[in-house]
């Protein structure tokens, strides 16, 4: 049996209850934090009519009854994304918003079908303060736990000290000995036999219909992840456009996109974006994504034509999601999601 399965013994949850405390100072002090930055807290609807256009995110599905006793096919949200999008079509300029979010086949010690994702967004500016946005968020999660550093297994990482950025091809050059733009063309796309002669010259394997994407994700998981964000944060930058659905292109450089991610201890945290806003392109890349869900998995979700056309009022803004329970867990030191989960999911 699991033992998060019985959270409500009284023995048990006494040794978790420190570390949900914890997670609810570390709560609030993000939200005096950005209180204090002009931000407006807002809650999205957690019912979509598409949970998400990615390939490899899948949601979970429902019905909508409506009061003729027709049902209406509706998902929970894979990220408060869309909706907070059109908030901003609509005139907001910093929001944020701490979301339960739902992703299905998805269970481990890093991972929940149910977690609370914090995202905001920031109007008018690059997606660079989204950087030190988060610095500041791991350095008040560490301050609050009274911790020195952040902690997972048998490694550490300090948030003040000065961060590694790298874009993905120095990361993958340097932690994995591959020359991933050699497989990425000057428009942005993807040339899967030269990243495969690449897994091949390393030693990784591969299988016969791997795409050029599921190379680079094999790589990513098995070579260069579990080296970032070790002794001080790592800001992986500058994805290749191909694997940006959601954020615009580097001006003069399509083969890359104004995309990163921030580790620690190995640890994804969070995941930004300069933000993509427009809406015939932003359709192309959901019916390509679509397209790669529909190959591997033999099923797709609809589009929300309403964010579509929202996207074209939506001004210039930079916007993240970081994993809230994900930073809980390295503050404290919990060695599973499931540790810092008031109830956690059966």
């Given at each position: 049996m699991n033992p998060s399965s019985r959270w409500w013994s009284p023995a048990f949850h006494a040794d978790r209850r420190p570390l949900l405390v914890t997670r609810n100072r570390?709560?609030?002090?993000?939200?005096?934090?950005?209180?204090?930055?002009?931000f407006t807290e807002v809650d999205p609807a957690a019912l979509a009519t598409s949970p998400g256009n990615e390939a490899h995110l899948h949601g979970f599905a429902t019905q909508a009854i409506g009061n003729d006793g027709r049902p209406r096919p509706m998902y929970l949200h894979t990220s408060p994304e869309f909706a907070m999008k059109k908030l901003l079509a609509a005139g907001e300029t910093r929001i944020h918003a701490f979301s339960h979010v739902w992703r299905n086949r998805e269970r481990g010690p890093l991972h929940s079908?149910?977690?609370?994702?914090?995202?905001?967004?920031?109007?008018?500016?690059?997606?660079?303060?989204l950087m030190?946005?988060?610095?500041?968020?791991?350095?008040?999660?560490?301050?609050?736990a009274g911790a020195g550093l952040l902690?997972?297994?048998?490694?550490?990482?300090?948030?003040?000290?000065?961060?590694?950025?790298?874009?993905?091809?120095?990361?993958?050059?340097?932690?994995?000995?591959?020359?991933?733009?050699?497989?990425?063309?000057?428009?942005?796309?993807?040339?899967?036999?030269?990243?495969?002669?690449?897994?091949?010259?390393?030693?990784l394997r591969r299988a016969?219909?791997?795409?050029?994407?599921?190379?680079?994700?094999?790589?990513?998981?098995e070579k260069v992840e579990p080296k970032l964000g070790q002794g001080r944060v790592t800001i992986l930058d500058h994805y290749p456009s191909a694997e940006a659905a959601l954020a615009r292109k580097v001006p003069g450089d399509a083969q890359v996109a104004e995309r990163f991610e921030v580790y620690a201890c190995g640890v994804e945290l969070a995941n930004g974006f300069g933000e993509l806003t427009d809406p015939a392109e932003q359709?192309?890349?959901?019916?390509?994504?679509?397209?790669?869900?529909?190959?591997?998995?033999?099923?797709?979700?609809?589009?929300?034509?309403?964010?579509?056309?929202?996207?074209a009022l939506m001004p210039p803004a930079a916007g993240i999601a970081m994993g809230f329970d994900?930073?809980?867990?390295?503050?404290?030191?919990?060695?599973?999601?499931d540790d810092v989960l008031w109830t956690p999911v059966p």
């Open positions: 570390i709560q609030s002090a993000i939200r005096v934090w950005l209180a204090g930055e002009g079908p149910e977690f609370t994702m914090l995202e905001w967004y920031r109007v008018g500016e690059g997606y660079e303060v030190a946005d988060t610095l500041a968020f791991l350095r008040l999660a560490l301050r609050e902690r997972f297994r048998d490694r550490s990482c300090d948030p003040f000290a000065e961060p590694e950025r790298l874009s993905v091809a120095e990361a993958f050059r340097i932690h994995a000995g591959v020359d991933l733009m050699a497989s990425i063309r000057a428009d942005g796309t993807t040339d899967a036999a030269g990243l495969g002669q690449e897994l091949d010259r390393i030693g016969p219909d791997d795409t050029w994407s599921d190379m680079l994700s094999r790589v990513l998981s359709r192309l890349r959901f019916q390509a994504e679509m397209a790669e869900k529909a190959r591997v998995y033999g099923e797709t979700y609809p589009l929300d034509e309403d964010f579509l056309d929202a996207l994900r930073v809980v867990m390295l503050a404290t030191g919990a060695s599973r999601i």
